[in-house]
């Protein structure tokens, strides 16, 4: 009997819950095929059970910050947390960035647009992520700042120069 | 004086923007497909193995896993050049070579099952450096390959490919010689240009022989060609280029990769993925070629060379795809930066025990001059002259000539550069700068600083066939076949821009199909800087094609000879009197004009990039801080400046200037493991150390392009790496060799550390 009420406690608490852009999302976790793991990654979660493919995987491995997300506002990489690890979190991607009613896009993403702020665009998503976070907690930075905050992003065309110029636009009091 | 334009030169909205920063940008895996089945591959944990047994049957049993595939159990398809190289074979020739593989209903499945594969190996020895892999009783790789010597010259290029360069009388050079040095330096230091997103594939095969390719490739049109002859010619193929995260050369091709996923779907009838782990993509995908050069210069001392001599030993790793061709345009290339009347240059391939090396940005050419230079470097020190002296004598000028890839002799009808190198030379301060050889330019207490310069430039900016359609639909929009995939260039949008303007249409108006093999003509790819002046050629022709024949068809309505009309926005009018205009529509709405463009190689130009670079070394810690760096070259004109910036700011990153610094993949001669195949341990640069990059950029106009423009995009990593050696070595006042000049080699030169140790490599 008293095992039965745990399974059943149990199976009530195999959820994670957390919002992803502004949408809630409520996930069971266990092994079966539409479950979310416990080892699941956010990343993974994001891309293959949510189908939201603008977050992009680079190393896996918590080096390069392709996978930027915010989590709270603050940028965390998403393969280096854990799906479960979520739970009442509020989650940014990507494709949460524009506005969901008007598409009208984030002035972030403008200003990548108009300084060509990228070449193979891959490590895009994740720049941008990063930036958004700074610009959130710091509107004002200098330049070393920016520099700072996007120092775990890897980008292997180049694209740095552009970058800084395109988040120093859209900063208050920047270019 | 460059001349004005409605979109080329100026700075345009990327054709794909706003799927870039939306993260819509539909890179391989990020395409879904139904019923898939995902891939992975066991890899060899040996470097030279014979395969004795394999039990896979632990595997098949678990849930999930669809397919298991051996050496047993494929075709006899192979591949590499020459091809020897099978898909999966019963030997091992590095740790990571391919043994078994797996699809399963998830990638972690999938994986899972790699584990449960046993593999029973009988070890045979090894060797990981190009002269001992030489010696008589060396380990041997392929009984096709005796001597571990891969076969000379690429089919690509035809019979007389270049292999050497070989002219005039070295001895008499050598003879009238006022200095001669000579020396064996090498960059062996295999960096790998990494690019952001892992190699993969997916594929559908469909019985009997058709199998269809979703790939993250440089080239795709190439794979389907590439594909066909390693099936044998008996499958079809067809390849769908997808947006591609980053190249910098390594994914002309993904043969491997792109077999595996069609083996696996041919065994389960079902569409599989396959994406490399990042491990994966550094220990066992396409690094730099190691370079040992063994040279021989007699010089001037008015910076003349009279001979150049000596053997280039290029290490491929356990097997060649684009070796020959790499060898051939560096050999090529060479020339090109050092004008010599007398050589004798011979080079060999060799195989060892590692992870292949391929084509990366730099082609050849980089790999050799980071070798060569330092013997040219020597020679000027003895003369004392000036290295942008010497580079500005040396450098190919019109009407001189060289031996090209094919072996054939061409003349050069491009321009000097020496205009372009003055300009960088005062926009970087050399002359102030400038000290003499081994001097550095400033010092303060333990900070030295040097500075240095390199030099490069191809003839591969005509080089290769494209072929391009143009459509004009009666709305006045048009379309470019064009099998191109956007690898970062940006030249899928460039090359609308440049219809755009033959067309005079708003680039709204102009779209380019995506890069399927099925709907589009040849393409070769964007390879070296080709992009601009070969595959702009074609885009442009097939544009000026279209508008002919539209301006024939509407001709008669306005009652005009078509030489008089011009069409702009869509509307065709009379040159001469503006109000006599139609529309075209006036075509009909049941009718398309269909143009067609075709570019031919031709290695009579070549592009030149001179790179200028500051170092300050700490003598303490033995780090050395990259300062400066001053780019400069000749595009003839400007098609897209923010796209131009990315490309020469690119210097840095993949493994270009930063392979002198820090970058280089650590393989371990004892077990063959590469040591530091993750992104935490493979050192790359961050937005917290970007020096200053200054590019200047000069238009003299190339009169046989419509918009007289050329490409520099694949050369700009190339001068760097030598001109951070040479700024070393200025600042400490010592020779340093041996790239990169990490703080360990900077302190063992200073006298501060014991010898290194470590085997293989230059010493």
């Known amino acids: 009997m008293a095992t039965a009420i745990k399974k059943k406690k149990s199976l009530v608490k195999n959820l994670v819950r957390f919002s992803v852009n502004g949408t809630a999302v409520e996930l069971e976790i266990g092994t079966l095929p539409h479950q979310v793991e416990t080892a699941h990654t956010l990343a993974h979660t994001l891309r293959e059970t949510l189908g939201l493919v603008g977050t992009k995987v680079t190393c896996d491995n918590g080096a390069c910050g392709s996978c930027t997300v915010l989590m709270d506002g603050k940028a965390v990489l998403s393969c280096m947390t854990l799906t479960v690890e979520c739970q009442g979190r509020s989650i940014t991607t990507i494709e949460g960035l524009a506005d969901p009613e008007t598409g009208r896009l984030d002035p972030l993403q403008q200003s990548f647009i108009d300084h060509t702020a990228f070449q193979c665009g891959f490590c895009t998503p994740g720049m941008i992520m990063s930036a958004k976070a700074l610009l959130a907690d710091n509107p004002s930075p200098t330049e070393a700042d920016v520099k700072e905050a996007l120092s775990g992003n890897f980008c292997r065309c180049i694209s740095h120069y552009q970058v800084l110029r395109a988040v120093m636009a859209t900063a208050q009091g920047g270019e | ?763």
């Open chain 2, 1 to 763: 004086m460059a001349e004005v334009y409605r979109f080329i030169g100026k700075p345009t909205r990327r054709k794909d923007a706003v799927e870039v920063v939306t993260g819509t940008t539909q890179y391989l895996d990020d395409i879904r497909f139904p019923d898939l089945l995902h891939g992975k591959v066991l890899r060899s944990p040996h470097p030279h193995a014979i395969i004795k047994k394999i039990d896979k049957s632990r595997a098949e049993q678990l849930p999930g896993v669809k397919a298991i595939l051996t050496w047993q159990d494929v075709p006899d398809w192979k591949g590499g050049t020459p091809r020897v190289v099978r898909i999966l074979d019963r030997k091992v020739r590095y740790v990571g070579d391919a043994v078994a593989l797996v699809a399963a209903t998830s990638a972690q499945i999938a994986k899972e099952a790699l584990g449960l594969i046993d593999v029973e190996y009988e070890l045979l020895p090894a060797v990981f450096d190009v002269e001992e892999v030489m010696k008589p009783g060396a380990p041997q790789l392929y009984d096709e390959l005796p001597g571990n010597i891969v076969t000379p010259g690429t089919p690509a290029f035809g019979h007389s490919c270049l292999t050497e360069v070989v002219m005039g009388d070295v001895e008499q050079g050598f003879r009238e010689a006022e200095v001669i040095s000579e020396g064996t330096f090498g960059y062996e230091n295999i960096p790998n240009p990494i690019p952001p997103e892992p190699p993969g594939a997916v594929a559908i095969w469909e019985e009997p022989n058709r199998v269809t390719l979703w790939v993250s490739n440089q080239a795709s049109y190439l794979d389907k060609i590439l594909l066909f002859h390693v099936f044998g010619k008996k499958v079809e193929v067809r390849t769908h280029g997808a947006a591609c995260g980053g190249s910098f050369g390594t994914k002309l091709m993904s043969w491997q990769v792109q077999t595996y996923a069609t083996l696996l779907s041919r065994a389960t009838g079902r569409p599989v993925k396959i994406i490399f782990s990042k491990e994966e993509h550094i220990a066992a995908f396409v690094l730099r070629p190691g370079s040992r050069m063994q040279a021989r210069v007699g010089m001037k001392k008015d910076g003349t060379v009279t001979a150049v001599s000596g053997t280039w030993l290029v290490d491929t790793g356990y097997y060649s795809a684009t070796t020959q061709a790499q060898v051939a345009v560096g050999c090529g290339e060479i020339q090109l930066m050092t004008r010599c009347a007398n050589w004798d240059l011979k080079t060999a391939i060799i195989c060892t025990n590692r992870n292949a090396s391929g084509s990366v940005r730099g082609f050849g050419g980089q790999e050799l001059k980071c070798s060569f230079i330092p013997v040219l470097c020597l020679a000027m020190e003895k003369l004392d002259i000036d290295p942008v002296d010497f580079i500005k004598k040396n450098y190919v000028k019109p009407g001189d000539g060289y031996f090209w890839r094919d072996g054939l002799w061409y003349t050069y009808r491009g321009i000097d550069y020496s205009d372009a190198m003055d300009q960088g030379a005062m926009r970087f301060g050399w002359r102030e700068k400038w000290q003499g050889w081994l001097k550095p330019s400033s010092v303060d207490g333990s900070k030295r600083r040097g500075v240095g310069v390199g030099v490069h430039g191809n003839a591969d900016i005509g080089e290769d066939s494209s072929e391009a359609w143009v459509r004009l639909n009666p709305d006045g929009s048009a379309l470019l076949y064009s099998c191109i995939t956007e690898h970062g260039t940006g030249q899928r949008s460039n090359y609308v821009k440049m219809v755009a303007e033959v067309l005079q249409l708003p680039m709204e108006r102009v779209t380019v199909t995506p890069a399927d093999s099925l709907i589009n003509p040849f393409e070769y790819g964007p390879f070296g800087s080709r992009g601009t002046y070969a595959i702009g050629s074609a885009a442009i022709a097939a544009a000026e094609d279209a508008r002919r024949q539209l301006l024939e068809l509407v001709a008669p309505r306005l009652d005009a000879k078509p030489e008089e009309l011009e069409t702009v926005d869509g509307v065709v009018f009379v040159r001469d009197s503006p109000e006599r205009k139609i529309k075209w529509g006036a075509i009909g709405y049941d009718r398309t004009v269909m143009g067609y463009g075709r570019f031919d190689p031709d290695f009579t130009l070549a592009n030149c990039m001179i790179t200028f670079v500051e170092v300050e070394v700490d003598t303490e810690t033995g780090k050395v801080d990259l300062l400066q760096v001053v780019n400069t070259t000749d595009v003839g004109q400007i098609i897209d400046p923010p796209g131009l910036e990315g490309q020469l700011n690119g210097c840095l990153g993949s493994s270009g200037i930063d392979s002198a610094l820090f970058e280089e993949t650590i393989l371990d001669h004892s077990s063959g493991h590469i040591l530091n195949a993750n992104m935490i341990d493979y050192k790359w640069r961050t937005f917290s150390e970007l020096p200053p990059i200054d590019n200047i950029v000069l238009e003299t106009p190339v009169a046989s392009h419509r918009f007289k423009a050329i490409g520099v995009g694949e050369v700009a990593t190339s001068p760097g790496p030598m001109a951070v050696l040479m700024a070393v070595s200025n600042a400490l006042g010592v020779w340093l060799h041996e790239y990169p000049v990490t703080p360990e080699r900077v302190l063992k030169a200073l006298g501060k550390l014991p010898a290194m140790t470590r085997t293989g490599g230059a010493q």
